[in-house]
C-alpha cells in the first residue's frame, strides 16, 4: 500500500541524483530511517545516476527537469533558498517526476543494449548462429599481449590469444597477421573454435580475412577458462587448424 500521506514519497529521485539541498538531503535520510517505502524507493533507484550518465545531453534534455543541469540560471541562482519544486503530497504529487524518472530508466537501457548490440557486432561481423555469446560485450582496449597460438606447418596466419577469466566465463581476446594477403578465391572466412574438457567444440566467432591481419578481435563464453581444452582458429569448412593453444 502506497502511503498517499507520505510527503517524501517521490523524493527518492532527486536524493539519488543529488538534487536535494545539504538540508533537504538531512531531513530525508532522517524520513529514510524509519519509512520502508521511501527506503525501498530509493534502493530501486540506486543505480540510477550510472544509467542517466550514459544519455547524451540531448536526451538528458528530452527527460524533462527531471536532472539538475535543467535548472536555469535563475533557478541556480536563488537555489540556495527557492526550493526546487520537488513534489510534495499537498502539490498535487503528481507521478510525474517519478514516471519521468522510469522513462529515464527505460532510456537508459535502451542505450545499453545498443552499446552491447554494437560491441557484440565488433566481435565479428559474421556471427554465426550457434556463437557462443555470454556476459557483457567486450568493450575495453585491445591486448597487444597473449600467448602466441601454434601456427599450421603451411603457415597462413599468426595468431596471439589471450584468455581472462570472469565472473560469467571467459573472455577471449585475439589477433593474427595473415601471411597471405592475396586470395585466389576471395578473402577467406575464419572461425574461433574452442574446444571445453568435455570434447565438446563451439565457435566463438567468426571473421573475413580481409587485409593484412585482423586486431582487437574478441569473444566470450560462459565456460570456465579451466574447462577450456583448446583453442582453435580454421578456416571455415576445413577441419585442419590453422593456429592452435592448447591450454
Ligand atoms: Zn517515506
Not at 202 to 207: E, F
Request: glycine residues 10%.
Amino acid at each position: 500500500m502506497i502511503d498517499e500521506t507520505d510527503p517524501y514519497l517521490d523524493w527518492d529521485a532527486a536524493y539519488t541524483l543529488g538534487m536535494l539541498s545539504a538540508a533537504e538531503r538531512k531531513e530525508y535520510e532522517r524520513h529514510l530511517a524509519h519509512c520502508a517505502l521511501c527506503s525501498s524507493g530509493v534502493t530501486s533507484l540506486a543505480g540510477m545516476p550510472g544509467i542517466l550518465s550514459m544519455l547524451s545531453p540531448a536526451e538528458a534534455l528530452a527527460l524533462g527537469d527531471a536532472t539538475p543541469a535543467l535548472a536555469t540560471e535563475e533557478q541556480l541562482r536563488g537555489a540556495e533558498h527557492s526550493p526546487r519544486p520537488l513534489p510534495r503530497a499537498s502539490s498535487g504529487r503528481a507521478l510525474r517526476p517519478r514516471s519521468r524518472l522510469r522513462m529515464a530508466a527505460l532510456g537508459g537501457g535502451a542505450a545499453l543494449l545498443l552499446v552491447v548490440g554494437f560491441g557484440a557486432f565488433q566481435l565479428g561481423s559474421g556471427l554465426a548462429q550457434n556463437t557462443v555469446v555470454a556476459g557483457p560485450a567486450p568493450s575495453s582496449a585491445p591486448t597487444a599481449t597473449g600467448t602466441p597460438m601454434q601456427a599450421a606447418d603451411a603457415a597462413v596466419m599468426t595468431a596471439v590469444l589471450a584468455l581472462e577469466s570472469k565472473p560469467w566465463g571467459t573472455r577471449l581476446d585475439w589477433q593474427c597477421e595473415y601471411v597471405q594477403t592475396d586470395w585466389p578465391g576471395g578473402a577467406p572466412t575464419f572461425e574461433l573454435v574452442m574446444t571445453d574438457r568435455a570434447g565438446t567444440e563451439s565457435v566463438l566467432a567468426r571473421w573475413t580475412g580481409a587485409g593484412e591481419h585482423a586486431a582487437n578481435l574478441a569473444a566470450s563464453t560462459d565456460t570456465p577458462s579451466s574447462e577450456i581444452s583448446r583453442v582453435e582458429i580454421r578456416e571455415v569448412g576445413r577441419p585442419d587448424p590453422l593456429a592452435t593453444a592448447e591450454l
